[in-house]
């Protein structure tokens, strides 16, 4: 098969992959997804926009749109995994990636949604095998400061 005679099939071809995407891909709006996204942030954050998110929105609004549309949008919004699961996961991965700041945001979440102090403990001391004691070890101090935060704001937990 000659070039021009591949370049003459590309619109059908292109038409085969577009047909071929899941239907709820095609019909979904970057406005729903935004929606979608916001109502998760919302329903782990007590109902009020997540401050890093906002924060970014000024400076770099085309990552916090991504970040809202499809991170939490797309893929956090999915049925698979209830908030607490999906919580708990987000803290074992943060803490042994070692990005602490992220952790710290989930652990949160997690705190807003049932998981108790003692549960992310656990996910801590279980982040030492994977991820090494040093990460572990810095995870567990943020969520320390974190604990701390929250009995000043709200009372023993």
């Not at 945001?105 to 004691?133: C, D, Q, R, W």
Request: no cysteine.
């Amino acid at each position: 098969m000659g070039f021009r005679s591949l370049m003459s099939r590309l619109p059908f071809a292109m038409t085969l992959l577009l047909v071929g995407l899941p239907l709820a891909a095609q019909s979904q709006t970057t406005d729903e997804r935004l929606r979608r996204g916001d109502a998760v942030v919302r329903s782990l954050n007590n109902d009020v926009p997540q401050p890093t998110l906002e924060r970014m929105r000024q400076e770099f609004p085309f990552l916090a749109e991504a970040t809202q549309a499809y991170a939490l949008g797309d893929v956090w919004s999915r049925p698979g995994l209830d908030n607490r699961t999906r919580q708990l996961a987000a803290v074992a991965v943060f803490a042994a990636m070692g990005e602490t700041a992220f952790m710290r945001i989930h652990a949160g979440y997690a705190l807003n949604v049932g998981v108790s102090e003692a549960e992310l403990k656990e996910i801590i001391y279980m982040a030492t095998v994977p991820a090494g004691f040093p990460r572990a070890i810095a995870a567990s101090q943020v969520l320390a400061e974190l604990f701390a935060a929250r009995r000043a704001t709200f009372g023993a937990q």
